[in-house]
């Protein structure tokens, strides 16, 4: 299979198929996609590199990698309260394996459809497994929602349960492949903190509700405190987390025990929930808005004026690494 049948029977066919979708003038088969921006919106643009053996493992099953190459991208969206509508997909492959691709480019797909975002263009070569995705959204003019907009006082609210995809990879890259063994046979817990990490659901509908009313949103990719730690520092201020209200699922508290439960939520990454806060003024509104959403929100704690994050436990200060992942200082 050469360069274009390949284009072609995985991406450009597929894409073809997907339900009419916003203002795609021209899409994959010139030299670039030509794309109409609905009247009075700005364009709100992300791009993310995943590498294999560095934003996951070696051996991740394809439809998984296909479904977070698309998922992180639509996390950055959501946090922006942008609502997407075009992706372009660079992808760098070892060989044209037609299995890797199938699965890869189902998950990829799945997750475009089910928020109507329309494949344009993008680029193939041969080399390690790499895949670049950027997603094209957009918003009211004026309306995206920065790190840099909240004040002391703001309540500081995250989606989700933090930590279950860092236990989840945990156990991924510990795990000895079993002769005969699958998904079917791990414990219902286990399943699910894999699923967490493997799909991670982007928060698009919730980024989307929060416009007009949060004063500043970030998605949680390198840990809740690191991530929690840029917004305030975005935002000219400090934040205080209290350890107590940390939403912990039911599936990491029995795996992993509670005080490994809290490290995850606070430093564990790869969640791609959102982090944002409310000032309290508009708190009912706020609240009564997301009587629509379906994605849970718990208040953690409130942003301050000391200019760092920290990390509350019964009113006490607590130890946090909220450094977050750097790729240029991580080890190996
Ligand atoms: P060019 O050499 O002009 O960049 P390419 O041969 O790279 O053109 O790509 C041909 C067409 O296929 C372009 O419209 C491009 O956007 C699209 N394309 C290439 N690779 C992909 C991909 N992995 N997914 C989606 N579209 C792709
Ligand atoms: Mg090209």
Wanted: with cysteine.
């Amino acid at each position: 299979m050469g360069e274009f049948e390949l284009i072609d029977r995985y991406f450009r066919s597929a894409a073809a198929q997907m339900p009419p979708s916003r203002g795609v003038a021209l899409g994959i088969g010139d030299d670039a996609a030509v794309l109409e921006m609905p009247a009075g919106r700005q364009l709100v643009a992300a791009i993310d590199t995943l590498v294999e053996g560095r934003h996951f493992p070696a051996g991740c099953a394809p439809r998984s990698v296909g479904h977070r190459a698309l998922a992180v991208n639509l996390s950055d969206l959501a946090a922006m309260g942008a609502e997407p509508a075009w992706l372009l997909l660079a992808l760098t492959l070892p060989s044209a394996d037609a299995g890797f691709l199938d699965e890869f480019s189902q998950g990829l797909f799945e997750l475009a459809r089910e928020h109507r975002v329309a494949l344009v263009g993008g680029d193939t070569t041969a080399g390690p497994l790499s895949m670049s995705v950027q997603v094209l959204g957009n918003v009211p003019a004026g309306e995206a929602i920065t790190r840099g907009g909240g004040r002391p006082g703001d309540l500081l609210y995250v989606s989700g349960t933090p930590g279950d995809a860092a236990a989840g990879l945990e156990h991924l890259l510990k795990a000895q492949p079993v002769e005969g063994a699958d998904a079917e046979v791990l414990d219902p817990q286990l399943q699910y903190l894999l699923h967490r990490f493997l799909y991670p659901e982007p928060r698009v509908e919730l980024g989307i509700a929060l416009r007009g009313l949060a004063s500043a949103c970030i998605d949680v990719s390198d840990g809740l405190a690191a991530d929690a730690g840029k917004l305030a520092a975005a935002s000219g201020c400090g934040a205080t987390i209290e350890v107590e209200r940390l939403p912990l699922s039911e599936a990491l508290l029995e795996r992993a025990g509670r005080e490994r439960a809290v490290a995850w939520a606070l430093t564990g990454g790869d969640d791609y929930e959102l982090c944002f806060t409310v000032p309290p003024s508009r708190q009912p509104a706020f609240e009564s808005r997301l009587a629509n959403v379906k994605c849970r929100v718990t208040c953690i704690g409130r942003l301050d004026e000391k200019l760092s994050l920290r990390v509350r436990r019964a009113g006490i200060e607590v130890d946090c690494d909220t450094r977050g992942y750097d790729h240029f200082t991580a080890a190996g």
